[in-house]
């Protein structure tokens, strides 16, 4: 597939929020499986039964779920993708245009110095190392890569301040190559709460996921829980009244139970 690096942005499309309450739970009861049991553990969190009905549950829930991070190449992507770490997308999206303005591509980037940098990402936190990593990323695009970002995970994650997490997005949501899943910190979170994994590390939680989420749900699946995660599964007050996964899920932590 040839990078889009030179074609105009993808059309952004209308995202819906989450249905709350009677209608989440009307979305939940056509495809539910759970088993009535209270809160606490699943009988078989992995069945894939159960996979299947978490995932057309997330389908039909966020039936527009994107990437939030504004962007209209690869190479934007990423510079943003890295800068969104330990920092809010909305943060994000109100430096980049700036950014991108005055360093629009990775050999302008590459150029520019770091004091300039700095300045421009400031607010986004750890701005520092972000600047070295956005300039050490753009350098080795242009050195190593004719300018265009890589679209295998090998070569992306010689790019500085390229991770796996960065890389995934970058590959899913530009060049849409399901090499992983995106773990953030809702995918983490989520995911633990619905019992598809016990591990704690991004890294772990992505080979468990990768097993049993079938490879063509990989990248819908992050939009899908992330998108839930900002409006759903908040981390200290979930908002189990009106979630469609709640009918499946039997965290510990849940403020409210219909089974």
Known sequence: MAPKSSVPAKPVRAIHSAPVGAKARAIAATVSTAPKKRTGKTKKPLAPER????????????PDA????????????TVATILSAQCTDVRVNIVTPALFA??????????????????????????????KSIQGAARTV???????????????????????????VVLGSWF?????????THVLRISRRLE??????????????VKIIPRDHWIDYSHEIIFHGRQICIALKPRCADCTLEK????????WSSH
């Open 66 to 77: 994107v990437c939030a991070l504004n962007h209209r190449s690869a190479w934007e992507l």
């Open 142 to 168: 242009v050195e190593n890569f004719g300018n265009k970002v890589p679209q295998t995970m090998e070569e992306l994650l010689t790019l500085p301040g390229v991770a796996r997490k960065t890389a995934n």
């Open 51 to 62: 996979i299947t009905a978490i995932l057309a549950i997330l389908s039909k829930t966020y």
């Open 176 to 184: 849409e190559i399901a090499d992983g899943i995106v773990v953030d």
């Open 102 to 131: 005055a360093f629009p591509t990775p050999k302008a980037m590459a150029a520019a110095s770091l004091p300039e940098l700095e300045e421009l990402i400031r607010t986004t936190g750890f701005y520092r190392n972000k600047a």
């Open 248 to 255: 499946l899920c039997n965290s510990g932590d849940k403020i």
């Open 196 to 209: 598809l994994t016990q591990e704690t590390t991004p890294e772990k939680i992505e080979r468990d996921l």
